[in-house]
């Protein structure tokens, strides 16, 4: 399979294997797991263009281009849902739960872009390992060079793999400082002493800037997906808001109004990541932060003439987190 993603870097002349080359590998495989993502909707020569929209092809020629330390990552993330399901070897449903599990590579933001429900996906794939049947296994790869000492700052391993304010991996940071609840990059720090030296005497709460990838359409655009994100997981928004920020509104207004009951009360959200996909689409990580802990959540919104709204196959996918049915 690793094999396959190697060829799929290839085939695009990126010079690095990303979890979009290990979606596609697993896609391309011809295997149980293509199946279940068949199923899913997800073809080899759609994945492939929308992999090739969202970050362009690249001129490298190299044979082996080299894993990036998100794959790394998903591959130790799927050593671990094979030992914890309590098989040997990892095969590629570990793998695409591993992709799924690590939750914000760009084969995740792919597959939210297709509006692919990721729970159900998970469960689908969780099926298809209690079936009985062999399973292709490929090497596991052991965890090494993943741990405690292994980079700067660390004095121990740190609790979350990544930022707790703009969940930028640690393999992506020099230094970070880490604590046992929380892990801060040296970004973040920076923007924090930044925005603590502009800071009025009477400011007590400051928030940093969110992370943005992509282009966005003009420059409001930002900032009005922001308050679109605010006003569709806020606790306090009306009728009319959330008609105004969630898709097809009118049709699981039942739905949300019971998933939103779950929400915990004084949460606030926290807009964290965003990928401008395109013109019209763009996948978010939203933090929600509450007294005694966060949430954390990815979606996709759609932009149109009225603005942005958050697409109704994340709204379902929320909702359906709380174990509410939707009809489909
Ligand atoms: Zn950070």
Known sequence: MLVLAQEEARILGHGF??????????????????????SFGLELETTRTRVRDTIGTGENAETSPPFTPRVKRVLELSLREALGLGHQHIAP????????????GLAVQVLISLGIDLGRLRQQTLTQLGRPGP???????????????????????????????????????DHFVSSPNAVICSACLDQAHEA?????????????????????????????????????????SNQEDLTR????????????VLAAEHFPVGSKVVLDRVRFLDDYHATVQVRAIYPGGSWLHHALFVRSDHGWRMSAASVR?????????TPS
């Open 17 to 38: 294997i990303g979890t979009e080359h290990l979606l596609l590998g697993l896609v391309h495989e011809n295997g149980p797991v293509a199946s279940v993502l068949g």
């Open 93 to 104: 449903e570990h793998l695409l739960l591993g992709l799924l599990r690590e939750g914000s």
């Open 135 to 173: 399973l292709a296994a490929v090497q596991a790869m052991p965890s090494a060079g993943v741990g405690p000492g292994t980079m700067h700052g660390a004095r121990w391993s740190p609790t979350q793999s990544s930022c707790s304010f703009c969940g930028r991996d640690t393999w992506e940071t």
């Open 196 to 236: 603590l030296q502009a800071a009025t005497k009477t400011e007590r709460e400051l928030f940093l800037a969110s992370r943005v990838f992509g282009v966005p359409p003009d420059e409001t655009s930002l900032e009005s997906l922001a308050v679109a994100v605010s006003t569709a997981l806020g606790r306090d």
């Open 245 to 256: 920020s969630i898709e097809d509104f009118d049709e699981l207004q039942p739905f949300w």
């Open 317 to 325: 996918e929320i909702i359906g987190g709380f174990g509410i049915a």
